[in-house]
């Protein structure tokens, strides 16, 4: 059976990030029941301030999730290119291109700042994206 249209898409890399990390992120996405590009995906749309493109994910959700050791033995990616809505990438690449890092230390910025509990830069200010524009 054909999977609905997830939309307009783009692949973005992901920088290096620590193996913790990506095994953390790949337990996530497995207590989730759903793939480890989409759980990428979802939280990089959380991230940047458009929850509405997050498919499978909610911050509620995200809130009730606590840091899950990877005992379940879930392989995460060696590497990996998240395929975003297209918003959450242009986003992304203007987000990245102001602060003069690439795409793909941004991903890695959030997804570090997710395992770790810690809150990213406030990167979706009214003002700062008005100055992205």
């Not at 249209?5 to 207590?31: F, N, V």
């Amino acid at each position: 059976m054909a999977q609905h249209s997830k939309g307009p898409r783009r692949q973005i890399r992901m920088g290096p990030m620590s193996c913790r990390t990506r095994s953390e992120l790949a337990a996530r996405a497995a207590h989730h029941g759903i793939a480890f590009s989409q759980y990428v995906s979802d939280i990089l749309a959380l991230a940047v301030g458009l929850p509405e493109l997050a498919r499978e994910l909610n911050q509620a959700t995200l809130a009730l999730t606590e840091a899950t050791t990877n005992k379940s033995g879930v392989e995460p990616p060696v590497w990996g290119t998240p395929r975003v809505p297209l918003p959450v990438y242009n986003l992304i690449r203007e987000i990245s291109s102001a602060r003069q890092i690439t795409a793909a230390q941004f991903v890695s910025e959030v997804c570090d700042a997710h395992v770790e509990g810690r809150p990213l830069p406030d990167i979706t200010t009214e003002g700062e994206l008005l100055m992205m524009a």
